[in-house]
């Protein structure tokens, strides 16, 4: 059975890190495209992040450039996204997502991208 699972949301003061993570079972995320998203109250789910299977391009949006990173571990079947220097409009639910195609589309930053979803972990940045 194919299931996707987020883990390391909380709450972190302004300044603070957290690193999330994509596991997953029953596929190999290696093969695909990885998403990472994020959905604020009364928002839309936004793209934040995403990286190819192919050559592991990422792509960023322009709000976490410098601040975030996007990586995969093939060992562990898991994708990353590492968050540095935290600012409350980062606190959301996020979301990683598969798409069924090895590397990141332009449009990647759409939610309809993708395929496959994770039921989100909670990212509260406040002090």
């Known amino acids: 059975q194919m299931r996707i699972v987020e883990s390391g949301g909380g709450l972190v003061q302004p300044g603070g890190s957290l690193r999330l993570s994509c596991a997953a079972s029953?596929?190999?995320?290696?093969?695909?495209?990885i998403g990472w998203f994020r959905k604020a109250p009364g928002k839309e789910r936004d793209g934040v992040s995403c990286i190819s299977s192919s050559d592991n391009t990422t792509h960023y949006v322009d709000s976490v450039k410098g601040r975030f990173t996007i990586s995969r571990d093939s060992a562990k079947n898991t994708v990353y996204l590492q968050m540095n220097s935290l600012k409350p409009e980062d606190s959301g639910v996020y979301y990683c997502g598969a798409d069924w195609e090895p590397a990141c589309v332009s449009n990647w930053y759409a939610s309809y991208v993708y395929d496959y979803w994770g039921q989100g972990t909670q990212v509260t940045v406040s002090s």
């Open positions: 029953g596929f190999t995320l290696d093969y695909y495209a």
